[in-house]
């Protein structure tokens, strides 16, 4: 895989490294804390940003169209599926979910980084269309009974919308070897450090850098 020449940076030491953009996805049973573990990522680090997602849902009381996710009709969703424009799409406890597939080839180009927070479903698929570019990341919650409380203390869901969820949990948590990390989020400090260190040692990985690496080696020997 080449390296692009890009300005964004990868530190080592002091030297900064132009390289390929990192595609961090980061999937959960719902409820287990990638939402959450996405937003402290995206506040605390600048070089990487949140690959919105088109849905069919309807919009929570908390989310912001377009900021959230672009909310579509199931007519409009259909035509980006059928016309080539999503990386991925997955049917998830009845609602449509996907991504737009132009704006993530732009950012990686380009040497920047591109979270997603998505299902088991969509992140199988984009390991399959962009292996090389992918770091997949699955969150598991300590404990069903402690899923269920979140779930709760969200309040965003009816009950029988909870109850589905957890009946689909059971599934999704065979579904980790799929992933090339695993990480408990038993204590969110804990889990977040976890994912900093992830994401520093993946801009790191040779073949992202490796023309940057090539051309600080002509210069070191020169």
């Known amino acids: 895989m080449s390296t692009p020449a890009s300005t ?11 390289r390929r953009g990192v ?7 719902s409820g287990a804390g ?3 573990l996405s937003r402290l990522l995206l506040d605390s680090d600048k070089e990487i940003e949140l690959s919105i997602s088109v849905t069919t849902r309807g919009r929570r009381p908390s989310e912001v169209d377009g900021i959230h996710y672009h909310f579509i009709e199931k007519s409009h969703f259909r035509a980006m599926a059928e016309n080539g424009e999503l990386l991925e799409w997955a049917e998830v406890h009845g609602n449509f979910y996907g ?3 132009a704006s993530v080839e732009r950012a990686l180009a380009e040497g ?4 997603f927070d998505v299902d ?7 390991r399959e269309r962009m292996a090389e570019d992918v770091a997949a990341i699955f969150i598991l919650p300590p404990t069903m009974a402690e899923l269920r409380s979140r779930l709760h203390r969200r309040a965003e869901d009816p ?13 999704e948590v065979q579904e980790w070897p799929r992933f090339d990390y695993v990480v408990i ?5 804990g889990a977040f450090a976890d994912l900093k260190a992830i994401l520093r040692a993946e801009r790191l990985k040779r073949d992202r850098i490796a023309g940057s690496v090539s051309d600080f080696i002509e210069r070191l020997l020169a």
């Open 8 to 18: 964004a940076p990868s530190r080592t030491g002091h030297e900064r490294l132009a």
């Open 23 to 29: 595609m961090m996805v980061i999937s959960s049973p």
């Open 34 to 36: 990638k939402g959450t």
């Open 99 to 101: 991504t737009p597939r």
């Open 112 to 115: 920047r980084d591109v979270l």
């Open 120 to 126: 088991w479903q969509g992140a199988a698929q984009i």
């Open 159 to 171: 009950e029988d919308a909870i109850e589905r969820r957890l009946f689909n949990a059971r599934s």
């Open 185 to 189: 989020n038993d204590d969110l400090d």
